[in-house]
């Protein structure tokens, strides 16, 4: 048997209520296998990445999306942009005399063989889709190395459109926004914020020049500095993209729109401020390159015992698993995840989010919109007469929102949520404080997850050192004169001299006991809930970030300036 009529196989397997389609396809395809490939893609007949894993299931080697890793700088370097191009390949990560190739043809062993040659090592060819590795290469080509070109660019042309007069305003540029040069600099821009995977574009304007800032690994980084011709320009071409009121500078605006480069689909939230010298613009990165695999539970960096805890939990029919922490501390991730560990075709779930970050197939999702009043609270209504088994609530914002979530956990349902406390219990105790009655949260509260993220070390520059007794006394009571390997990133170019490459969680998880039910109910104070919760093997953010700094994920600057300090330190447990 053939590896496309294995794929074909698989695919049958695993969309049985499309054999019709997929035979016709095949019958008409078998000697073109790749565009066989993207026939079925196009067609929907699994999810894309799906189709692709069991494509490189069937030549018996790995796929990697290119454009959901961090591809180096300076795998570039190695391997040329118009040999990559012509050969349809691009270099991943590079360890020792070894090299990972992404490749449409990883079963070419000439192929492999040159590529070995030009880069000097051995090559271990894995597969990713030739459009994804096409726009792989046009990312890297549109984003950083064109800034500078797209933005002499945008000088050049604005004295000769604009006159003598200075820009102040949007209606100054309002003509320019449609100009090749404006709309590059901004794709570059944007580009460039996808290759370096960050969650956030700030447009910011300050007295004499102004400044892009971009949130990578939740830390801000300055990528450029611009005239302020020139930050007006692009705040306007945005407004117009996102189809917001020009003439209006004064008032803040929020909007959406969406860009397509190759194979990304890439959508943004926007939001527009005024400042002391001018507007503000931050492109909240939406339906980013996160690689889907991050989106299940057993992928998230969970303790074991931690994982255990929340799938007993999310497989329960009824009650409430609440998921708290700060805006970006990845609580919507955690949520997808619990909705993909439960998802059954029998099962009719349903998400209530403000924005749709991700798209999940086999779910309903349903988007907030205030400016018309549709309110989390609303729509939760409207839900609970259409028959729900799980119900996702991006976030309870107020008494009402939070009233509906109880009473569906009551009538049994399963409902999955968030806040915004800095632990785990005070969830609990914000739910009283919002104004629900504890008799109604204790019996619905099943569990509750606070969680942070922190910059994960990057496998490229990392390095191992003994701890100090400064450290040790301050983070490892009772381990002073013990030998303590503790983890740091150099600085490379895979991440671009920062020493980190990607997050990953920290967490504390709460299974709420009944002892716990009775002091809800009793309204007793959040120190008694957290004794309790010490009795029944409950540990603190800080404890899971002290472990993964041991094991080498993180450093004890990124748990320290994520976490409170605890009484020392026991890694036992956990």
């Known amino acids: 048997m053939s590896h496309v009529e294995q794929f074909l196989e698989s695919v049958r397997r695993q969309a049985p209520a499309q054999l019709q389609l997929i035979d016709s396809r095949a019958n008409l395809l ?3 296998p790749m565009r066989l490939l993207s026939d079925l893609m196009e067609r929907g007949v699994l999810p894309k990445s799906r189709l692709c894993q069991l494509w490189a299931d069937s030549l018996g080697v790995a796929y990697v999306n290119p454009t959901a890793v961090a591809v180096p700088t300076d795998g570039f370097e190695q391997l040329p942009v118009d040999i990559a191009r012509r050969v349809g390949a691009v270099a991943l990560n590079s360890m020792g005399d070894g090299v990972t190739v992404a490749m449409g043809d990883p079963l070419n062993t000439k192929q492999v ?4 040659k030009i880069l000097g090592k051995t090559v271990s060819p894995v597969f990713a889709h030739p459009d994804e590795i096409a726009t792989v290469i046009d990312m890297y080509l549109g984003s950083e190395g064109n800034i500078a070109i797209n933005l002499q660019s945008v000088c050049d042309q604005l004295p000769g459109m604009i006159g003598a007069r200075e820009i102040k305003t949007a209606a100054d540029v309002a003509d320019l926004v449609e100009s090749k040069a404006v709309i590059e600099l901004l794709n570059s821009i944007i580009l460039t914020a996808y290759r370096r995977r960050a969650s956030d574009i700030h447009f910011e304007t300050r007295a004499e020049i102004s ?3 971009m ?6 980084q ?7 011709t020139v930050h007006v320009t692009l705040v306007v071409r945005i407004k117009v993209l996102c189809q917001l009121d020009l003439s209006q500078s004064r008032m803040p605006q929020d909007g959406a729109f969406e860009l397509n480069f190759g194979t990304l689909n890439t959508a943004f939230r926007v939001s527009t401020l005024p400042s002391l010298y001018g507007e503000k613009a931050v492109l909240r990165v939406l339906g980013s390159p996160l690689d889907q695999s991050m989106l299940r539970l057993d992928n998230l960096g969970f ?3 931690t994982l255990s805890a929340i799938k007993r939990v999310a497989s329960r029919p009824n009650g409430i698993l609440i998921v708290c922490g700060p805006t970006g501390s990845g609580k919507t991730t955690t949520l997808y995840g619990c909705i993909n560990e439960v998802n059954r075709p029998d099962l009719n779930i349903t998400t209530i989010e403000d924005p749709v970050e991700y798209r999940l197939p086999d779910i309903t999702q349903h988007q907030v919109n205030a400016s018309i009043g549709l309110t989390f609270a609303k729509v939760l209504r409207s839900i609970m007469r259409q028959d729900p088994d799980v119900i996702l609530i991006g976030e309870i914002r107020d008494l009402e929102t939070a009233l509906i979530a109880t009473e569906a956990a009551l009538t049994g349902h399963l409902v999955l949520t968030t806040l915004h406390t800095n632990n785990a219990l005070q969830a609990v105790t914000r739910l009283v404080e919002i104004g629900v009655d504890p008799y109604l949260v204790a019996p619905t509260t099943m569990g509750v997850l606070s969680q942070r993220l922190v910059r994960r070390i990057c496998s490229s520059c990392k390095e191992s050192y003994q701890a100090t007794d400064k450290e040790l006394a301050e983070y490892f009571t009772g381990y002073e004169g013990v030998p303590v390997t503790l983890y740091r990133g150099r600085g490379c170019a895979k991440c671009f001299g920062s020493g980190y490459t990607g997050r990953v969680g920290i967490y504390e998880f709460v299974e709420v006991s009944e002892y716990m039910r009775q002091l809800i109910t009793e309204k007793q104070s959040v120190a008694l809930l957290m004794e309790e919760a010490k ?6 953010l800080r404890h899971d970030g002290l472990k993964k700094a ?3 994920w993180t450093t004890l600057e990124e748990v320290e300036r994520s976490t409170l300090p605890d009484v020392g330190f026991h890694p036992a447990g956990g």
């Not at 063989?113 to 070995?116: D, V």
């Not at 949130?215 to 801000?220: K, L, Q, S």
């Open 30 to 32: 078998k000697t073109e």
């Open 113 to 116: 063989e040159s590529l070995g």
């Open 211 to 213: 400044r892009v800032r």
């Open 215 to 220: 949130r990578i690994d939740g830390d801000m």
């Open 535 to 540: 009795h029944v093997g409950h540990r603190s």
């Open 222 to 228: 300055t990528v450029m500095e611009l005239p302020r």
């Open 550 to 552: 041991l094991i080498g």
């Open 303 to 305: 303790p074991r015992s």
